[in-house]
């Protein structure tokens, strides 16, 4: 299924980017991996900050080095609920949208629970920011490119899928999302900023939904062998979450990127067998690499796309960089990590 880009007002928008000095900025998924490291870095640049978390994948430790800050609040709940989408926006001047449901195997597990559940906490989220007329910038994802030519370019048209592929329901509901954000900005005269996320990885986040990063490291450090699905020739870009937060509020207060569409990841790629191999060596381990089929372990047309590479140029052009981490210095962090964690094995998942 090929889908046009989402499409704009060409009206005026009164505000000159979504974050201002000094703002409440809510963030919704902020006890969530990424989520945790946006609040953080809000408060290093000087906001208020409402964390809104249903915990469903997120967990009030991720936000522990922050617990007492004057200067956050945080409310478990769900903005799927369209009053405490409603409640979130009215108390804050912008609203960083990052709540979803998460990870390759929930999705083979319950597509369209995934769907629908990201699918309403956008819907909510959106139509609330728009009737207390704030900013918004929301984390969509590099799934809605699908198959398309890469490096993965902003103005090409998403591709989520064909509607009886289970992994184009996670890429449908992101794309609609992007319809929504920008539909409600336009009516309400208000700045948005669509952020499409590839893969991110750093402290705190687990291998438990299909992360293959933390998964990887954790199998080594517990001598269990590095699983790899599919041939291991699927490609992909591998960005350090310290970095990606960073550049989601640099976009976020940049007038030029209102209105805009922009890819945020690292353009590095890798194979995930040469990522199994890296981890390997860098954590000095003797487990071996583990190769199975997608078909052994997913259901029948679930498909792992070949190669996830973005065109970062829109990035650069907007906010004069792009994460940039060596991925031997984040696979060495996230070994330092699980050692000192000591954490159980994860379950056996396929890679992002």
């Not at 046009?4 to 009206?11: E, K």
């Not at 929301?138 to 993965?152: D, I, L």
């Not at 962090?333 to 050692?339: D, M, Q, S, V």
Request: hydrophobic letters at 50%; glycine letters at 8%; charged letters at 15%.
């Amino acid at each position: 299924m090929l889908l046009p880009m989402p499409v704009r007002s060409s009206a005026p928008l009164p505000a000159p980017a979504v974050l201002a000095p000094g703002m409440r900025v809510a963030v919704t998924g902020g006890a969530g991996f990424i989520g945790s490291h946006v609040v953080e870095e809000l408060l290093r640049r000087g906001h208020r900050v409402h964390a809104v978390d249903d915990l469903s994948s997120g967990s009030l430790a991720n936000l522990a080095a922050v617990a007492a800050h004057p200067r956050l609040a945080v409310t478990v709940a769900s903005v799927a609920d369209a009053r405490a989408a409603a409640a979130v926006c009215d108390a804050a001047d912008a609203v960083l949208h990052l709540a979803g449901v998460v990870g390759v195997r929930r999705l083979a597990d319950d597509p369209l629970g995934v769907m629908q559940a990201n699918q309403r906490s956008a819907e909510h989220v959106f139509a609330a920011a728009a009737a207390a007329r704030i900013g918004v910038l929301f984390t969509s994802s590099s799934e809605v490119y699908g198959r398309a030519r890469v490096p993965f370019d902003e103005g090409e048209p998403v591709q989520p899928g064909v509607p009886t592929g289970s992994r184009g329901s996670y890429a449908c509901a992101k794309a609609y999302a992007e319809w929504l954000a920008f539909g409600h900005a336009a009516r309400a005269g208000a700045p948005v900023v669509v952020a499409r996320l590839f893969n991110t990885v750093g402290p705190r986040q687990t291998g438990d939904h299909g992360m293959v990063l933390p998964r990887f490291v954790q199998q080594a450090v517990a001598g269990l062998p590095l699983t790899v699905y599919g041939d291991g020739r699927q490609t992909r870009c591998f960005a350090h979450v310290a970095e990606v937060a960073s550049a989601l509020l640099d976009l976020a207060a940049a007038p030029a990127a209102v209105g805009r569409i922009v890819n945020v990841g690292s353009d590095v790629e890798i194979s995930v067998r040469a990522l199994a191999e890296l981890v390997r060596a860098r954590a000095a381990s003797r487990s071996p690499i583990a190769v199975t089929p997608l078909a052994a372990v997913f259901p029948p047309g679930f498909e792992d796309v070949p190669r996830r590479l973005p065109s970062l140029a829109r990035l650069r052009a907007m906010v004069g960089w792009a994460p940039s981490r060596s991925l031997s210095a984040i696979v060495d962090e996230l070994l330092a990590e699980a050692r000192g964690a000591a954490p159980a094995a994860p379950a056996l998942t396929a890679s992002e």
